[in-house]
């Protein structure tokens, strides 16, 4: 028997997927807390915000499963209701619909007022630049433009986010200034294609002219560079990254695979042989640079010689940074239509190995530091430790410093010059050392 709730009004918005979704939930709860209404993160409430991700097998699993998970929790009366928005609601929102009928409304990725609405409240349009940041204190996303008119095969992310839209130079000035004024030190910037930014409002790709406005901003000490597309990069970036002390020797630029046949199959617009002369550019114009990159194995048609290909590339590129993931199959893609031939078991034996590679490289990069001196970002402490960055390392997925916190009192979100001492696989350990 169902018993109703007595708690009061507590919106609690839970978070899924990529940084670009926890960018959208923060603006939400900046305009819900616009509207006076009482939100958290993550936390005990009775009104439940699911702001899904749709992109693969795994995610979409995930999403389901808090869906449900939350939908019993109505039925016992622990919330009173369920909303679900994000990417999974917009790319499958009849099916939702009939297939977990007890969620109050679905909304999707560009429906805000709406979603709003449901919860009582306005959207503001005033509130340029206005979120709730649910990261830490000192770094914080900024999403410079939302779509994708990229045509990747195996990517399901237009039917999820439409085409590209990037957000205006002033617009995101005056949002970094918001940040900075709360004591944000670290822009990430993200979108889903850096890349393009510009096309569509400016004529132009202008990434570099957006990046020396954002070094303008008082209080931002760092400005890194999240997920670029290898065709078409604009590489006055490298000139700005070069001479703006704030811009972070830094790129995470996804390049999926190496092979010619995979490559002109997954509709990547790039060769074996232009990325690696761009990677060989990047490193000449920014020698410091850390490259991270991400790769997919087990692609359609991807056979044993396009893999070994892939493998002895890796080897030979030696990326500071890199992940690797399996093939999903997504209906209404392009890959859809081939046949998904390569094993699941294959698929992760040949993921394994290229991690493998990469962890002997990352451990052999790492040695080479200790020894020498970073300028080190503290983002928390945990245990014995307080736990920071260099300027080649984003948070959650790359390396971090572990500093000994009996060695003396460290404030997070602050700078300190750091040694390093020792080094392992993907941690390093230093100790502070006084200028």
């Known amino acids: 028997m169902r018993t109703k709730s007595l708690k009061k009004n507590k919106i609690n918005v839970v978070t899924l997927g990529c940084s670009k979704n926890v960018y959208d939930s923060e603006v939400l709860m900046g305009q819900l807390r616009a509207n006076n209404k009482e939100v958290v993160h993550e936390e005990e409430g009775n009104v439940v915000v699911i702001n899904t991700c749709g992109f ?32 999974l609601s917009e790319r499958y929102k009849p099916d939702l619909e009939k297939e977990i009928p007890d969620v109050d409304q679905y909304f999707g990725t560009t429906e805000l007022p709406s979603l709003l609405k449901a919860l009582g409240a306005d959207y503001k349009h005033e509130l340029v630049g206005e979120r709730l940041t649910t990261t830490p204190k000192n770094y914080a996303y900024l999403k410079i433009a939302e779509g994708c008119d990229r045509p990747c095969s195996f990517c399901a992310i237009p039917l999820m986010r439409g085409k590209h839209r990037s957000t205006p130079i002033e617009d995101l000035v005056t949002e970094a200034e918001k940040l900075a004024s709360n004591g944000v030190k670290e822009l990430i910037l993200i979108a889903q294609d850096l890349t393009y930014y510009g096309l569509d409002l400016y004529k132009k790709r202008n990434l570099a002219e957006l990046l020396r406005a954002l070094a303008k901003v008082e209080g931002i000490e760092w400005i890194r560079l999240h997920y670029a597309f290898p065709t078409g990069f604009p590489m006055d970036v490298l000139d700005v990254m070069r001479e703006e002390p704030k811009v972070c020797n830094y790129i995470d630029i996804p390049l999926q695979h190496i092979s010619d046949n995979i490559l002109k199959s997954m509709r990547r617009g790039t060769t074996y042989e232009k990325t690696t002369r761009l990677l060989k550019d990047f ?27 892939l493998k002895d590339w890796v080897t030979e590129m030696r990326f500071e940074r890199l992940g690797c993931f399996t093939y999903s199959h997504e209906e209404n893609t392009h890959a859809y239509n081939l046949e998904d031939d390569v094993p699941g078991e294959v698929k992760m034996e040949r993921a394994n190995e290229i991690m493998a590679i990469q962890s002997q490289i990352s451990w052999e990069l790492n040695q080479q530091k200790v020894g020498e001196q970073f300028r080190v970002l503290i983002d928390r402490k945990e245990g014995g430790y307080y736990v920071g960055r260099t300027e080649f390392d984003s948070p959650d997925v790359d390396n971090e410093v572990l500093i000994n916190a009996g060695e003396g009192y460290l404030r997070t979100g602050e700078f300190f010059n750091v040694e390093i001492t020792g080094a392992e696989d993907f941690d390093l350990y230093g100790k502070v050392v006084t200028s």
């Open 56 to 87: 693969i097998a795994n995610a979409k699993e995930e999403s389901v499963n808090t869906i449900l998970e939350y939908v019993q929790k109505k039925e016992e009366g622990e919330v009173d209701k369920v909303f679900v928005t994000g990417c």
């Open 283 to 309: 490193r000449k114009a920014v020698p410091e640079m850390a490259i991270r990159t991400t790769l997919i194995v087990g692609y359609p048609g991807e056979t044993e010689e396009d893999y070994q290909l």
